[in-house]
């Protein structure tokens, strides 16, 4: 079954403004994606549409089978987390504790299991020690886990991580991915990671490009950093390891194309040799 | 404003930590009390010492409490040096068209700086001892009665907790503007009074900015995790009154009681104040 379906989907922030004209997308239960694109080739637009934080001008949006609908946004929410760019504007709370509570209050589960699902959601996110921290004094990588263990103590089927990477160091970002990674494995969690960083979009069973509100490039990873011409052309660069490859081969080595560091290792020394 | 301490919950356990908010907010309002009723200084070194046990029993460390002091000294300085300087007594010292020190004056100012002390220490005991969802949820308690009248007394309890929570982030943020500014060579230090209010402007200007943005974020953050005004939530952290409280209590109401009897008896006691 899909997980999420878009069909024939449009959208408009207004005359003149962006729009998606015909948005086709669908993820299927389990699967781990990537949504690559420029800025503003709707890759957010997508994210809220996905769970009604946008309602969409025409088509149908399908969360785990049910149409998204005005009276099942409910539901929907329940079952679609989102979590948001900038680590500062998630949490409502100031205490981790609180604000991972937060979503399971709101829809109004007893004490004992909101309690369960903190504990739950914490450990999930390796943030057990930090659960009576105050979250203005954690770093942005900390900050992004806790708004996840806050998503996750709804424990939704879907999340979707709308550039959550994007504000964060080099090690935020690797540990919400391994973060995310895990979830999707141990807990079946489907994963949309929207993000910029190719080198995220490796890590990913599939990967969906977008460019103005359409969908131009769909297809595991590998594939599409094969095709890095037509990449270049909607403003997205390869991963370091496809650019070193590029520069190699311009250089006059003739590696084959690969986005694994040790083919690549093995590659050069042929080449070399 | 680089000191973001006024207001900002200290993460330990403790005897004043694990108070009822609704109990220390009782408290806090008999003690504001207490100090007004306070008619000499017996009445307020009854005060300090009730202040002193609640600082020793909430694990604050001392110069953490002291620091609250240092965002109001200008206002403590500045009402100190009227009542000094206008205030007329009977033992006048200096004499200048409408400035007189006095005795009186000296000793009613030393009245005033010792219950504004009192006051902000007091107060600020309470934010570092409560988390503000504890104390958000300490007044929407005590506010409870209002929802008789229609007012939707919960909603306006999370407005205040996100606010509460999004102080030290537009802290933050202030300092970064300032710092910014400052960077490209923007005069925001020194200067008469008119050029200060000047140079607050590029930095007002960009942190309301800032604080629409995020408050449009967080909006979509809150929504995306099911929050629902109108919906009935659960709590998981639940008030419950326990042995502590009753001490509070008692301690509050015999400060109180304390107070009117140094008032009363004042005349039997033999400092001439």
């Not at chain 1, 005005?70 to 680590?87: A, D, T």
């Not at chain 1, 595991?220 to 270049?232: D, G, K, N, S, W």
């Not at chain 2, 509050?252 to 033999?270: C, D, P, Q, R, T």
């Amino acid at each position: 079954m899909n997980a999420l379906e878009l069909r024939n989907v449009k959208f408009s922030y207004g005359e003149n403004a962006f729009a998606i004209e015909n948005l086709n997308f669908a993820v299927k239960e389990g699967e781990f994606v990537a949504v690559l694109g420029h800025n503003g080739s709707g890759k957010s637009t997508l994210a809220r549409l996905a769970n009604g934080l946008l309602e969409a001008d025409g088509g149908e949006i399908f969360v785990l089978g049910m149409p998204l609908e005005q009276k099942n946004l409910y539901e929907v929410r329940k079952n679609v987390g989102v979590v948001f760019q900038n680590p500062d504007n998630q949490a409502v709370a100031s205490l981790v504790e609180d604000d991972v509570a937060f979503g399971a209050e709101n829809v109004g589960l007893p004490r004992e299991e909101i309690g369960a699902r903190i504990d739950f959601a914490l450990k999930a996110v390796g943030m057990e020690k930090e659960r009576h921290a105050t979250i203005s004094r954690l770093s942005g990588g900390q900050k992004q886990r806790v708004a996840i263990a806050g998503v996750l103590a709804l424990k939704p089927k879907i999340m979707i991580l709308d550039e959550s990477t994007a504000m964060l160091d080099p090690r935020g970002r690797r540990e919400i991915i391994d973060v995310v990674l895990r979830l999707n494995k141990e807990e079946h969690i489907t994963v949309i990671l929207i993000t910029h960083f190719m080198e995220e979009a490796l890590l990913c069973g599939r990967a969906v490009v977008m460019n103005r509100g359409e969908i131009v490039m769909e297809g595991a990873p590998a594939e599409i950093f094969e095709r890095h011409e037509e990449l270049l052309t909607y403003n997205l660069a390869l991963p370091r390891i496809g650019q070193i490859c590029k520069g190699l081969r311009e250089g006059g080595i003739a590696v084959e194309d690969t986005l694994d560091i040790e083919k690549l290792a093995e590659e050069i020394a042929r080449c070399v040799s | 404003m680089k000191d973001v301490s006024f207001g900002q919950y200290y993460p330990v356990k403790s005897f004043v930590h694990n108070m009822d908010p609704r109990i220390k907010l009782f408290f806090l309002v008999a003690f504001i009390v207490a100090i007004f009723l306070a008619g000499n200084f017996y009445g307020l070194a009854a005060c300090l010492v009730v202040l002193i046990f609640v600082i020793a029993f909430s694990r604050v460390p001392i110069l953490k409490v002291l620091r609250a002091i240092r965002g109001v000294l200008f206002l403590v300085v500045f009402t100190a040096a009227i009542n000094v300087l206008f205030r007329t007594g009977e033992t006048v010292y200096w004499q200048y068209g409408i400035l007189c020190v006095s005795k009186e004056g000296i000793v009613f100012s030393a009245f005033l700086i010792c219950r504004l002390i009192l006051l902000v220490v007091c107060s600020s005991m309470l934010t570092y001892t409560t988390t503000p969802v504890e104390l958000t949820d300490g007044i929407e308690s005590v506010l409870k009665p209002l929802t008789w009248i229609k007012i939707p007394v919960h909603v306006l309890a999370d407005v205040m907790s996100i606010a509460l929570r999004m102080i030290p982030v537009l802290m933050e943020e202030t300092e970064r503007i300032r710092s910014a500014q400052k960077a490209r060579g923007g005069d925001i230090e020194g200067g008469g009074l008119i050029k200060k209010v000047r140079a607050l402007v590029p930095i007002l200007v960009p942190l309301i900015l800032s604080a629409f943005r995020r408050a449009d974020e967080l909006g979509d953050a809150m929504d995306a995790r099911c929050y629902m005004a109108s919906k009935k939530r659960t709590k998981y952290k639940k008030l419950r009154l326990t042995w502590r409280d009753l001490i509070g209590f008692l301690v509050a109401a015999a400060l109180i009681a304390g107070v009117v009897l140094l008032n009363v008896y004042e005349a039997f006691l033999w400092l001439p104040i």
